[in-house]
C-alpha cells in the first residue's frame, strides 16, 4: 500500500456551488507545520474506528487518522465523539464510500481515502486529502 498526495481540484459540487479544494501544497503545509511533532502517519486499522488506539497514538506524536468504517449508522456516535478530541487529526474512509453528513466532524484537518475527492460532499472536499493508493495505475488515477 502506498500513499500520495492529492493534488485538488476545481469544479462546482453538487449543488451547482463553485468548490476549489486544498491541494498538495496545503497538505505539504500541513505536515510542515507538524514537522516537530508528527514522524509518520498512522490509521486506525482494518477500518475500525478505534479511537484508544488513535489517542495512543497521538500521545506518541504521530499523525493519526482514524478509519471510520463502512457502516453508516455507527458514524453519527463515531462523528460526536471525535467532535470531543483535540483538533489536528485526519480521517480514512472506505473504499467506496456514500452518505457521508454535509459536514465532516469538527476537529478533522485531513482525509486519506482511495475515492476521487469529486465523490465528497463539498465541506470534505475542503480538507487537504492523501490519496491512499496499491497500484501504478491507482496512483496515476489519483494524480
Given at each position: 500500500?502506498?500513499?500520495g498526495m492529492w493534488r485538488g481540484l476545481k469544479g462546482d459540487d453538487a449543488s451547482g456551488v463553485s468548490v476549489e479544494s486544498p491541494?498538495?501544497?496545503d497538505?505539504?503545509?500541513f505536515f510542515e507545520e507538524q514537522s516537530d511533532t508528527f514522524r509518520f502517519l498512522a490509521i486506525t486499522p482494518l477500518e475500525r474506528p478505534d479511537l484508544r488506539l488513535a489517542r495512543a497514538l497521538r500521545r506518541q506524536e504521530a499523525a493519526t487518522a482514524v478509519a471510520i468504517g463502512a457502516d453508516?449508522?455507527?458514524w453519527?456516535?463515531?462523528f460526536e465523539s471525535l467532535g470531543r478530541e483535540p483538533a489536528?487529526?485526519?480521517?480514512?474512509l472506505p473504499a467506496g464510500i456514500t452518505?457521508?453528513?454535509a459536514e465532516p466532524p469538527r476537529g478533522a484537518e485531513f482525509l486519506v481515502a482511495t475515492c476521487s475527492g469529486r465523490d465528497l460532499p463539498a465541506a470534505w472536499r475542503r480538507l487537504p486529502l492523501i490519496a491512499q493508493v496499491c497500484s501504478v495505475d491507482e496512483a496515476e488515477q489519483a494524480l
Open positions: 500500500m502506498g500513499i491541494g498538495a501544497a497538505l505539504q503545509a453508516p449508522l455507527a453519527p456516535d463515531l489536528g487529526y485526519g480521517l480514512a452518505g457521508l453528513p
